[in-house]
T-cell receptor, first 110, second 118 residues
């Protein structure tokens, strides 16, 4: 059974800091890995999708990496802003389904 | 394009009542999904539909039924609601896309339905 773990569960940083969110998964037989953002009381917004054949994807201040062999992914956020405050969810596509981690709650203080 | 829409946004039920959650997408996606999200946990798949006319169980299907009415609509029914079904329910849809590095499925989510069962 595929299990996805996100560390830390919560993170509070001052504005301007660079930060890393971690995601690990137990079975490396994944098709892709997707990072989502969820604002309180809202749905999920897709941030980045890394296919199993890729090592990383970048969008603006966000960079996501994937190491399938070790079962790890990281989401790097550069120069954090208060508007980045949200819950970040990692999900792996496994057997034609998405398996989610519990998320990291990020707070960026101004 | 509205993307993925869900109705209702909020609902309160008494134990034993039934209701149907509605989901529709206007992106011409083949696959649709229903998830539930509980505090401190990630989203868990209830049911999914890979194409019109097909449905399959996910991780937590007990107590739910689904109908893929047509390509656009995928409904979730609670026949006899229980307090354990208090949750936020999300509908999603996806379509296979292609990059130079290969094909992939990217899921798009609706805003969710907050359900409380008393």
């Amino acid at each position: 059974k595929q299990e996805v773990t996100q560390i830390p569960a919560a993170l509070s940083v001052p504005e301007g800091e660079n930060l890393v969110l971690n995601c690990s998964f137990t079975d490396s037989a994944i098709y892709n890995l997707q990072w989502f953002r969820q604002d309180p009381g809202k749905g999920l917004t897709s941030l980045l999708l890394i296919q199993s054949s890729q090592r990383e994807q970048t969008s603006g201040r966000l960079n996501a990496s994937l190491d399938k062999s070790s079962g790890r992914s990281t989401l790097y956020i550069a120069a954090s802003q208060p508007g980045d405050s949200a819950t970040y969810l990692c999900a792996v596509e496994y057997g034609n389904k998405l398996v989610f981690g519990a998320g990291t709650i990020l707070r960026v203080k101004s | 394009n509205a993307g993925v829409t869900q109705t209702p946004k909020f609902q309160v039920l008494k134990t034993g009542q039934s209701m149907t959650l509605q989901c529709a997408q206007d992106m011409n996606h083949n696959s649709m999904y229903w998830y539930r999200q509980d505090p401190g946990m990630g989203l868990r798949l209830i049911y999914y539909s890979a194409s019109e006319g097909t449905t399959d169980k996910g991780e937590v299907p007990n107590g739910y039924n689904v109908s893929r009415l047509n390509k656009r609509e995928f409904s979730l029914r609670l026949e006899s609601a229980a307090p354990s079904q208090t949750s936020v329910y999300f509908c999603a849809s996806s379509k296979t896309k292609s990059r130079t590095s290969g094909s992939y499925n990217e899921q798009f989510f609706g805003p969710g339905t907050r359900l409380t069962v008393l």
